[in-house]
């Protein structure tokens, strides 16, 4: 008797016999099993993988039935699903050394007889070569009709297939195309985001500047109204006055630029050389005269007087000078009212330097002749305006910005009287420009009567509204101002008046003279409260008591005086 059987009498397989216990020498106690019972179980053995065929379980398939291991409750022998094998976990065909003690002791008897019809075959399960005769497991028991099984009967997968990775590779891909997408949707909100918002602040800097120059729909008109609600004396403006100097011909042509910066207008305006004017003495000259005698300063103060005006700085622009600013500007475009020879032409008949037209390039010269030009039998007034378009057209064709205009200014390289400076000018003529282009700028003539003075219509329509002045009276306690127009026929008359009103008290003012001689003199007051400085005005000049009567007085004076053929000067 082994370990595990004993044979008995019968030989083997005739009586199987189960461990029961130990005895109190620690030698197995074991119970013989009937035949008839240990064959019954051998047949009903359990196969999970071949229960058809009738073979046992090998893991390994190694044609070998491995040993089952030991069961409490069970006969020796068999395995957990009642079939008959010996334990054999690697299937190497042979019965450990020792039999398996559920009490952790070794087996008393040797090698456990191979049940060979048992053996099961499994196809592409081969079992471990590396250890033939492995040592006997333990395992824990287990109660009846649990199942036993074994590591080996599984397969764990630590490695990714080829579908796997092709999966991980796709979810990779979607993921990166995700991405991108979302990347490319950023990158094109920021785009938009950031064209708005430019175009939003060119819309803003159009509109700001659109309003700032009153150009806005519906509210440049607006802008006009207020402007012309405010009173013309309360408006503020900018003036400086030009002096065209014909350096070829001589004579000079004056005008005041002016800025309105209330109404956002601008003007020039034509001043005659008869406008007549009062000078520190007292004595009355005409503008011609006063540029060629007192220069820049000593006119432009009188200008202020006569006009009530407020001149910031005069500009001396010589012919040559305006040819070259003509020039620098790309020449300029007018509709001239009439021909114009060319100075150099030597032959009579000649071709005209400039035609008759509208819309005719001017260069430089061009200009320059258009401008200086009087035709034989014209008035200055005809020349005084041709001088205003060539300007107007200058000022087209200026930058409107300040910089730039300036440096046009600086390039012309001439000296400007104190207290212009080349930025002052350079920047005023750019808003003068800015004002031209928008079709917010006129040129207008001062009327000025035959002897140079202003009447009560000149004041309203140009020295009140464009200029916002009036013709300053004098001063309580001052001398009275006496107006002296020449209708004698004698040119010299003129002065010999002037010497003895200024010698008498009076203040002078020279009305110019009249186009016909007069008989008689008169002397004119428009106050009454100036009828006795008429009445003493006429005993200084030596005229009759009966030349004195009331009556229109010019601008500017208290006392008009008409000298007829009657008068006689004290030295005659």
């Known amino acids: 008797m082994n370990n595990r059987y004993n044979t008995g009498d019968a030989g083997y397989g005739a009586g199987p016999y189960e461990l029961v216990g130990y005895d109190e020498y620690g030698q197995p106690v074991y119970r013989q099993i009937p035949a008839q019972q240990a064959q019954q179980a051998q047949q009903a053995t359990y196969d999970p993988y071949a229960r058809q065929q009738g073979y046992g379980y090998d893991p390994y398939a190694t044609g070998q039935q491995p040993a089952a291991p030991y069961d409490s409750g069970r006969a020796p022998g068999y395995d957990s699903y009642g079939s008959q094998a010996p334990y054999d976990p690697y299937g190497t065909g042979t019965q450990s050394t020792a039999g398996y003690d559920p009490y952790g002791q070794a087996a008393s008897s040797g090698q456990q007889p191979r049940v060979t019809e048992q053996t099961a075959y499994i196809p592409q399960q081969a079992g471990p070569a590396e250890d033939p005769h492995p040592p006997a497991r333990h395992e824990e028991p287990r109660e009846e009709g649990e199942r036993d099984y074994h590591t080996e009967q599984f ?10 990775e092709d999966v991980i590779d796709w979810l990779k891909f979607t993921e990166n195309r995700t991405e991108r997408r979302e990347e490319a949707r950023r990158r094109a909100r920021s785009r938009i985001i950031a064209l708005l918002v430019v175009l939003a602040l060119v819309a803003v800097g159009g509109v700001g500047y659109l309003w700032y120059a009153g150009k806005l729909p519906g509210l440049s008109s607006s802008g006009a109204k207020a402007g012309a609600a405010t009173p013309a004396g309360a408006q503020k403006r900018d003036v400086i006055v030009l002096h065209l100097h014909n350096t070829a011909k001589g004579g000079t042509s004056t005008a005041l630029l002016v800025d309105n910066t209330t109404t956002k207008q601008g003007s020039t305006v034509l001043l005659p050389n008869s406008l007549a004017l009062s000078d520190d003495t007292g004595s009355t000259t005409t503008l011609a005269k006063s540029v060629d005698d007192d220069g820049s300063s000593g006119t432009r103060d009188q200008l202020d007087t006569v006009l009530g005006t407020n001149i910031q700085g005069t500009w001396r622009l010589d012919t040559p000078y305006l040819q070259n600013l003509v020039d620098l500007v790309g020449n300029i475009e007018l509709d001239t009212n009439t021909d114009v020879p060319d100075p150099d032409a030597r032959k009579k008949g000649a071709e005209p330097l400039v035609h008759k037209g509208s819309q005719q390039t001017l260069s430089g010269k061009m200009a320059v002749a258009y401008a200086t030009y009087r035709a034989p039998g014209e008035s200055e007034d005809a020349q005084l305006e041709r001088f205003g378009q060539v300007m107007q057209g200058v000022l087209r064709k200026l930058s ?7 440096t046009t200014v600086q390039t012309l390289a001439q000296i400007l009287d104190p207290p212009l400076t080349d930025k002052d000018l350079g920047t005023f003529l750019a808003r003068l420009s800015d004002l031209a282009k928008s079709g917010a700028y006129k040129t207008a003539l001062l009327p000025v009567q035959a002897d140079g ?6 004041s309203d329509s140009v020295v009140k509204d464009i200029l916002g002045g009036t013709a300053k009276s004098p001063d309580a306690g001052s001398a009275v101002r006496v107006s002296v127009q020449n209708a004698t026929g004698v040119k010299d008359d003129t002065e010999k008046a002037r010497v003895v009103l200024l010698n008498g008290g ?5 009305g110019g003279t009249a186009s016909g001689a007069q008989t008689t003199s008169k002397v004119v007051y428009s106050d009454a409260s100036h009828k006795a400085d008429a009445t003493e005005v006429a005993k200084t000049l030596g005229l ?23 008068y006689k000067p004290a030295d005659s």
């Open 453 to 458: 003075t202003l009447s009560a219509k000149t």
């Open 506 to 510: 009076f203040t002078f003012l020279e």
């Open 155 to 164: 397969a764990f997968v630590e490695e990714p297939d080829g579908d796997s």
């Open 544 to 566: 009759p008591a009966g030349s004195v009567a009331k009556g229109t007085v010019s601008s500017g004076a208290d006392v008009s005086v008409v000298l007829g053929q009657d």
């Open 400 to 406: 409107s910005d300040p910089s730039a205009a300036v």
